[in-house]
């Protein structure tokens, strides 16, 4: 691995009705945090993508990823993920554009092509489309991020004589990630010259992008591998530990419902095929530990933490976080 490590957080901004704390209030709790956490070094912040939720689950992450970087200097801002089939995506390479700008060339973005039925039936748009919708709103992106005028006629997008203004401050636009769940969107995550989200099996996400990247002449270490794999540092676990555990319950209830109705079976959490992303609990030195094999098993180059379980407040979390930030974040890189 040539590339440094990165580490962060992760929001979706859920916000269930018995929280006790109002919607307005916890978006400035978090702003508020994400500067904080900037201050004690972590390297991310990012975002992930879901409408039409009754708590709130966050469904446009720009005016947010705006908000934080107006307010700072170093971290980095991306998606796990961006739903590219609800975005056109020429508006997402314009809005891109002036966040790159904004944040003087601090974002990324992290695409996944969408599951749950509920959402296609809200935007009127068949499941069927989402494989194609995906890949034209790659390849129009690509075209959007070489900074030059063209047009592109596809089965669903029509682009006339269009060209992105202002240009980009990171040559070539923002970093281009793709989720991955099976061989397929591994190699479409190749073809289109993207860094890596992997949600599947290691042999079947990791193993196939790496393999046609070097087919083709490239380097995978010149390429990220992310993932979401959450943190609790503790020394007492049995203290702190069951408010996040419920919280994660009601989480991933959510994503289990969408899988179900997807007709797609257990969620990530459930299949233990796929690249664990499950919570490391305990202390610093088990933390380090774990996620250090963890990293080196698959070959990771970012990793992120869930900063603030639904129904939890920021500052419950604080504790935790500063030390994920202070304790462990810094052995990782050392280990790296």
Known sequence: MTLPLRLGVVYDFRNPPDSGIDTPR????????????????????????????????LPSWIPVAGAMAARTQRIRFSTDICLLPFNH????????????????????VGIGMGY??????????????????????LEILRRCFAGERFSFHGKRYQVNDVVIKP???????????LATTTAASA????????????????????????????????????????????CLVTDDPERDWPP?????????????????????????????????????????????AELSAFIAEHRLTDLVTWAVPPGMRPDQMAPHLERFATEVAPRLKAAV
């Open 26 to 57: 916890l978006y400035a709790e978090i702003l508020d945090q994400v500067i904080w956490l900037e201050q004690l070094g972590l390297d991310l912040v990012w975002f992930t993508e879901h409408h039409f939720v009754d708590d709130g689950y």
């Open 89 to 108: 995506p020429v508006r997402l390479a314009e809005d891109l554009a002036v966040l790159d700008n904004l944040s003087g060339g601090r974002i990324e």
């Open 116 to 137: 749950a039925p509920h959402e296609f039936h809200g935007f009127g748009m068949p499941v069927s489309h989402r494989v194609s919708r995906t890949e034209e709103g």
């Open 167 to 177: 240009g980009y401050v990171q040559p070539g636009g923002p970093p281009l990630w």
């Open 187 to 230: 190699h479409r995550a190749a073809q289109y010259d993207c860094h890596l989200l992997p949600q599947g099996p290691h042999d079947e996400t990791i193993v196939p992008w790496m393999d046609d990247l070097k087919a083709s002449g490239r380097n995978p270490d010149d390429y990220r591998i992310g993932i979401i794999r959450s």
């Open 244 to 288: 996040v555990r419920q919280a994660e319950r009601y989480r991933m209830e959510l994503y289990s419902r969408f899988f179900a109705a997807a007709g797609r079976g257990a969620g990530p959490h459930l299949d233990m095929a796929r690249i664990p992303q499950t919570w490391v609990v305990g202390s610093a030195e088990h933390c380090v």
